[in-house]
T-cell receptor
């Protein structure tokens, strides 16, 4: 079946522009995660949704970052007034269930490479 | 919060030899330890995982060990092949929650 998809795959923004990154999780997956991966580093957690509820946004680096998942499926990560330090790959992952006694595998999308010039 | 340390950052091994990557974690509440492989420009792919009620798990040429007391876990790849060349990330998590990744190990398989 279809995996996690993300769009656009590449985005170049001028400093100060707003960007919106989209994530389509695997159908039926309850949990959705956003991670930021800087060049040569491991992915770093940004925020997490269970259905439409944003349960953890502790990783968002500033109030310029905003994420939503209004219908519990597709999610959008928005970055306002982009800065050069926002340049990174933004990865989305989804998992089947949450709130169970055992965790579930997170399936990653291909990422969106954001370059701020 | 959780902190995951990973060593070495770069590892070169001769084809056919074994590779070992070691990680430590800080939060004793972590109970799920996945390992991801990431090829250049590609998404992270889960290759094996271990849960805190298990000390060792093996899948063909890949094995993971977990020492909960010492908060150490390791990845072992035997009979390495050229297609094993990639960046490997260890990680720690609690239940179905955010994953905290290590900084990665770049593995080079030498011909």
């Amino acid at each position: 079946g279809a995996g996690v998809s993300q769009s656009p795959r590449y985005k170049v923004a001028k400093r100060g522009q707003d960007v919106a990154l989209r994530c389509d999780p695997i159908s039926g997956h309850v949990s959705l995660f956003w991670y930021q991966q800087a060049l040569g580093q491991g992915p770093e957690f940004l925020t997490y949704f269970q259905n439409e509820a944003q349960l953890d946004k502790s990783g968002l680096p500033s109030d310029r970052f905003f994420a939503e998942r209004p219908e519990g499926s597709v999610s959008t990560l928005k970055i306002q007034r982009t800065q050069q330090e926002d340049s990174a790959v933004y990865l989305c992952a989804s998992s089947l269930a949450s709130g169970r006694s055992r965790p579930y595998e997170q399936y990653f999308g291909p990422g969106t490479r954001l370059t701020v010039t | 919060g959780e902190n995951v340390e990973q060593h070495p950052s770069t590892l070169s091994v001769q084809e056919g030899d074994s590779a070992v990557i070691k990680c430590t974690y800080s939060d004793s509440a972590s109970n799920y330890f996945p390992w991801y492989k990431q090829e250049l420009g590609k998404r992270p792919q889960l290759i094996i995982d271990i849960r805190s009620n298990v000390g060792e798990k093996k899948d063909q040429r890949i094995a993971v060990t977990l020492n909960k007391t010492a908060k150490h876990f390791s990845l072992h790849i035997t009979e390495t092949q050229p297609e094993d060349s990639a960046v490997y990330f260890c990680a720690a998590s609690q239940r179905d929650d955010k994953i905290i990744f290590g900084k990665g190990t770049r593995l080079h398989i030498l011909p």
